[in-house]
């Protein structure tokens, strides 16, 4: 019989790993040669150089030289008994397991959509679909950047769903990004809200604040440019996320404060989407956020 050895549980999943085993190499624990089926007995298992790796239960099944092995959760813990069985003349069984490849990937799903399509891949063996499931599970990094005073933060706060960020009529309210976990179209995100920029940095602070914004700008996967009333702010705001978005991130273009005025005609950003809102009067919110899952999911499929 050939000798296996699978891990039963998500890797980093819970508090305790599950390893199944079959077969009894030459080098096996000598424990697993004197249990009896049904028996479960108190071990602690030790690598070949005599070294104590885990505290573990060790069980026999009804089957012929099959066993279940309890041990410590967490991905190193788990990691150091698959290495010690290996060792010991276990090869390693994880294609088409369901908790040895699937698992792992369940273990790492945020969202209800994310835990259907591995659930769906899984049910199908399909093992092809991997790489692009990994690609969904990836968090994106959504920033929202733009003038001073144009409603950013105002709109982080309704997409974030609370009361978070500091909203102010004076200008340069934000000082650090601030982040919070959302979820778009089942795409888990990170939400950033950065600093504004009116074009001078009166002090060393804002200055460090512009910074710290154009750094967040730099790593996005989806840029949600906020723009209002102030033509000029929007222009050189326009400009300087021109220079600092990465040239595969999206760009969005939210018309904030159309409760005040019909939205201008913008001139840059040109084939960027762009959608008229107002954080105050709520409006226009869910059509931003159709816009940023159509980028999403645009991303991820090509
Ligand atoms: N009329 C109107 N006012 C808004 C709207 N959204 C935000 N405001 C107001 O605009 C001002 C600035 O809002 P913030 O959300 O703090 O703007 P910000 O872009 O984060 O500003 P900084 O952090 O200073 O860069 C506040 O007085 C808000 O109440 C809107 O849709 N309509
Ligand atoms: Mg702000």
Not at 22 to 38: F, H, K, N, V, W
Not at 254 to 277: E, M
Not at 283 to 289: A, D, F
Request: with cysteine; charged share 20%.
């Amino acid at each position: 019989m050939a000798n296996h050895v699978t891990l039963a549980t998500a890797l980093g999943g819970g508090g305790i790993s599950i390893l199944s085993l079959t077969g009894l190499p030459p080098d096996a624990p000598e424990i697993l040669r004197t249990l009896t089926a049904g028996e479960l007995r108190h071990h602690w298992l030790r690598d070949r150089a005599g070294e104590i790796v885990d505290e573990v239960l060790i069980g026999k099944t009804g089957k012929a030289d099959e066993f279940l092995l309890t041990g410590h959760g967490g991905s190193a813990a788990a990691l150091a008994l698959l290495q010690a069985l290996r060792a010991a003349g276990y090869e390693e069984k994880t294609d088409g397991n369901f908790f040895g490849v699937w698992g792992e990937l369940l273990a790492q799903c945020r969202t209800p959509a994310q835990v259907n399509a591995v659930a769906a891949a899984c049910a199908a063996g399909d093992l092809a679909a991997m790489p692009r499931l990994r690609d969904f599970l990836r968090v994106r990094r959504v920033v929202i950047a733009g003038a001073t005073n144009s409603g950013k933060s105002s709109l982080f706060n309704e997409l974030a769903g609370g009361d978070f960020a500091l909203v102010s009529a004076e200008a340069r309210a934000t000082r650090d990004p601030l982040r919070r976990e959302t979820v778009f179209g089942g795409f888990a995100c990170e939400l950033f809200d950065t600093a504004g920029w009116d074009g001078a940095a009166a002090s060393a602070v804002d200055a460090e604040a512009f910074a710290r914004g154009q750094n967040e700008l730099r790593a996005a996967d989806l840029v949600i440019f906020v723009a209002a009333e102030d033509r000029r702010a929007d222009e050189r705001a326009a400009q300087i996320i021109g220079e600092n978005s990465p040239p595969t991130a999206p760009l969005i273009i939210a018309q904030n404060k159309s409760d005040l005025a019909p939205p201008p005609r913008l001139t840059f950003f040109p084939s960027a989407p762009r959608v008229a809102i107002s954080c105050r009067a709520a409006t226009g919110i869910e059509e931003l956020r159709e816009i940023i899952t159509d980028c999403l999911s645009t991303n991820y499929t090509n």
